[in-house]
Each structure stands twice: as structure tokens, then as C-alpha cells.
């Protein structure tokens, strides 16, 4: 089976642009679950979604928000991008009932000027 | 408040030696204790614990749970360069029909030759 991917690898904003990232999970997972990783921080929980609904959320701004289409592929989407929002982003792909692993895709690293 | 406490942060070994690093845990509704390996991309998973007392193997790595205790161990014997890592401990637990993921904050593993 292909991993999880994820696009763009690589992204340069600057402060107040808006952001994209796509992740398309494992083949037949179903739930999609987004992080942020900072050497700060760690790694830290925005959302998860499954079959199209956000089932849980982070502790992150309304300007962070997703989304998961019907082929479980799932995009996340950032605001007036700030500084402090420069990290790796990775997405992890599980069928969503808790009793298997989560899998990680190669991560978009984001960086603000 | 949930949270996963890993030690030791660091760790610096010669190749032969055998390591153990050690996470513990305190959340709600925990459903399992997850292991990765993280080098300069995304973490790889390693394994997934749900039961206390049966240990998981792979090569020259093994790990154990204690739910009673709240606590993991991931051990490596006869450590390689190549095991130069930051090794990742996160708790699955479910709450609002939701699975999520808490990270600790990693023991970075160096192995020198």
C-alpha cells in the first residue's frame, strides 16, 4: 500500500498570506488527523476528521481550519499567517476506530518571513 | 490535564550499548501507547502496546506497557549509528467519539561510534 502523502513538501509565506496543505491518507483510512510540530512545542494536535466531519480540535486559533473530502483526502487551511506559525505540519492517516496505528506522512514544512 | 512525560530528553551511547528510554502517562479513556522514531522527517512507527505485560519485539528493539503503573519502556540493545534518533512516546485516547494522539517531548538518542 502507498504511505500517506502529503503536498506541498516545502512553502515559504510571509506574514498575513493565507496557506494550503493537502494530505491524502493510506488507502482505506478513513480518519485524517493534522499536527503541528515545533522544536518548542512538539508535536501538538490541530484536528482530526473522519468520513468528512471533524470529529475533535485542538487547541489552536479559528485560524487554523480543515477539511476532508469524500475520498478521505484532507486539506487544512491557515489564515493572516503569523510568525509563530513556521513548523512541520503532518498529517497522520488511521482507519479511525482507535484500535490500529497512525501513520504519518513526510510533513509540509511552512516557514513565515 | 492530559500529558505524557518521556525521559530521559537526551541520551548519548557508544554503539554496543543498550538503551532504555522510558514514558510515562496520565490520561482519560486510554485506548493504547504508541512508540516512533523520528530522524529528520516524520516518525515512523515502531509499535502499538494496549495490553499490560506482553512485550513487543522487532530486531534489537522491544517495548512493554504497564497500565497498572501508567508507564512504557522502549528498549534497544546493541545499539548502531543508525538508531541516532528522537524517539517519540504518544497515548491514544478517545473522548467526544474522537481518537487523538498526545506526544511526549522526545528522547533525542545519539550513538556514537
Known amino acids: 500500500k502507498a504511505g500517506v502523502t502529503q503536498t506541498p513538501r516545502y512553502l515559504i509565506k510571509t506574514r498575513g498570506q493565507q496557506v494550503t496543505l493537502s494530505c491524502s491518507p493510506i488507502?482505506?483510512?478513513?480518519?485524517v488527523s493534522w499536527y503541528q510540530q515545533t522544536p518548542g512545542q512538539g508535536l501538538q494536535f490541530l484536528f482530526e476528521?473522519?468520513?468528512?466531519?471533524?470529529?475533535n480540535k485542538g487547541n489552536f486559533p479559528g485560524r487554523f481550519s480543515g477539511r476532508q473530502f469524500s475520498n478521505s483526502r484532507s486539506e487544512m487551511n491557515v489564515s493572516t499567517l503569523e510568525l509563530g506559525d513556521s513548523a512541520l505540519y503532518l498529517c497522520?492517516?488511521?482507519?479511525?476506530?482507535?484500535?490500529?496505528?497512525?501513520?504519518f506522512g513526510p510533513g509540509t514544512r511552512l516557514t513565515v518571513l | 490535564e492530559d500529558k505524557v512525560v518521556q525521559s530521559p530528553l537526551s541520551l548519548v551511547v557508544h554503539e554496543g550499548d543498550t538503551v532504555t528510554l522510558n514514558c510515562s502517562y496520565e490520561?482519560?479513556?486510554?485506548?493504547?501507547l504508541l512508540w516512533y522514531k523520528q530522524e529528520k522527517k516524520a516518525p515512523t512507527f515502531l509499535f502499538m502496546l494496549?495490553?499490560?505485560?506482553i512485550e513487543k519485539k522487532s530486531g534489537r528493539l522491544s517495548s512493554i506497557l504497564d497500565k497498572k503503573e501508567l508507564f512504557s519502556i522502549l528498549n534497544i540493545t546493541a545499539t548502531q549509528t543508525g538508531d541516532s534518533a528522537v524517539y517519540l512516546c504518544?497515548?491514544?485516547?478517545?473522548?467526544?467519539?474522537?481518537?487523538?494522539?498526545?506526544f511526549g517531548k522526545g528522547t533525542k538518542l545519539s550513538v556514537i561510534p
Open positions: 476528521y473522519f468520513s468528512e466531519t471533524q470529529r
Open positions: 494496549t495490553s499490560s505485560g
Open positions: 490520561v482519560t479513556n486510554f485506548r493504547s
Open positions: 488507502s482505506g483510512h478513513r480518519s
Open positions: 497522520a492517516s488511521s482507519t479511525g476506530t482507535g484500535g490500529d496505528g497512525w501513520f
Open positions: 504518544a497515548v491514544s485516547y478517545s473522548g467526544a467519539g474522537s481518537y487523538q494522539l498526545t
